[in-house]
């Protein structure tokens, strides 16, 4: 089994079957829901959506640290290649690639593009969601930040565990989130981008019900973790 754990915000950590470690988002010091301390953060992988501040703001000292190869679009990748010399594997959408751990491809996502790391003036990406297929069998899909895609139709019967954001405001809230399950079917959701900040707070409980028989509605508090 694979242990899925929860950071706060849209961060999560995956420890697979095999021992790899995935981080996806890496937000930690300044996030409001983390106690823990960046230092004890493990990482093989560095998995990033997009580049806004709350997803990618803590990649750079993660990956100094554990020597992590960062999965992320070209864009994204060609910064952390070029300022920093970090080894990186780029993607884009619709793209995928083999890991030894998975196969993993950039789904579409609706947001904003902005690079908000130091120096990136010259560099902007489209955001992104991830389905990985790992070896094992599970799979997995984080969303990113989005809104509401049509295009999650075509992830129907090919999702075991999806990451839905619900805060609304500058992600889908829980209404489209519950149709985003429709679309996608999953067996399991773990709402994320909620409750950080009092512009993006909402009721969790309120979305499972919402949800109903859809899925299996897994709430989870920052420091969770969850076994697929």
């Given at each position: 089994m694979a242990r899925l754990t929860f950071h706060g915000h849209a961060t999560f950590s995956i420890e697979t079957d095999d021992g790899t470690k995935l981080v996806?988002?890496?937000f930690f010091e300044d996030n409001p829901g983390f106690?823990?301390?960046l230092d004890d953060i493990e990482a093989d992988f560095?998995?990033?959506t997009h580049g806004h501040f709350d997803h990618v703001v803590d990649t750079e000292p993660l990956v100094k640290r554990t020597g992590a190869t960062i999965i992320a679009s070209f864009e994204i990748a060609s910064y952390f290649e070029a300022k920093h010399g970090f080894t990186c594997s780029?993607?884009?959408i619709g793209g995928g690639v083999h890991y030894p751990f998975g196969y993993v491809?950039?789904?579409p996502a609706l947001h904003?593009?902005?690079?908000?790391l130091p120096d990136a003036g010259d560099y902007t990406t489209v955001p992104a969601g991830?389905?990985?297929n790992f070896e094992s069998g599970q799979r997995f899909y984080h969303a990113g930040d989005t809104a509401l895609l049509t295009d999650m139709q075509l992830l129907k019967g090919q999702v075991d565990v999806a990451v839905l954001p619900i805060g609304d405001r500058f992600t889908m809230g829980?209404?489209?989130a519950v149709r985003a399950v429709d679309f996608i079917e999953p067996k399991v959701v773990i709402p994320c981008h909620y409750d950080t900040w009092p512009p993006i707070e909402q009721d969790a409980e309120a979305f499972k019900s919402a949800v109903g028989d859809r899925a299996d509605v897994q709430v989870m508090k920052p420091g969770d973790s969850y076994d697929f």
């Open positions: 996806i988002d890496p106690s823990g301390s560095v998995l990033l780029p993607q884009h491809k950039m789904t904003g593009g902005k690079v908000d991830f389905l990985i829980p209404d489209d």
